[in-house]
């Protein structure tokens, strides 16, 4: 059974930075992994994503910059690093895999989401 659980969420002041980090139980080789967030009343938004091996990246553009993602030593660890965040940060942030060739980085449909982790950003 595949389990997403992320964690490094909280309220942080404007301009500061958070660490957020998902592990994946169950998953082996060969899952893309990365973020979404959902901001209340909005659609859930890609943040993120990165490759198996962690050699390929993709960020929505607005984020790419500020945020950066990448994979721990252990393959099924993807942490999300956030900088000089803003209050239109503030989401429920989620992990998300899919399985797909090593190289992939696309995660529509993701298989598998993870529960998510609340971010907040006060001005």
């Known amino acids: 059974q595949v389990q997403l659980v992320e964690s490094g969420g909280g309220l942080v002041q404007a301009g500061g930075s958070l660490r957020l980090s998902c592990t994946a139980s169950?998953?082996?080789?060969?899952?893309?992994m990365g973020w979404f967030r959902q901001a209340p009343g909005k659609e859930r938004e890609f943040v993120a994503a990165i490759s198996w091996s962690g050699g390929s990246t993709d960020y929505t553009a607005s984020l790419k910059g500020r945020f950066t993602i990448s994979k721990g030593s252990a393959k099924n660890t993807v942490y999300l690093q956030m900088e000089s965040l803003t209050p239109e940060d503030t989401a429920v942030y989620h992990c998300a895999a899919k399985r797909g060739p090593d190289h992939s980085i696309g995660l529509t449909p993701a298989d598998y989401w993870g529960q998510g982790t609340q971010v907040t950003v006060s001005s």
């Open positions: 169950g998953i082996f080789s060969y899952y893309a």
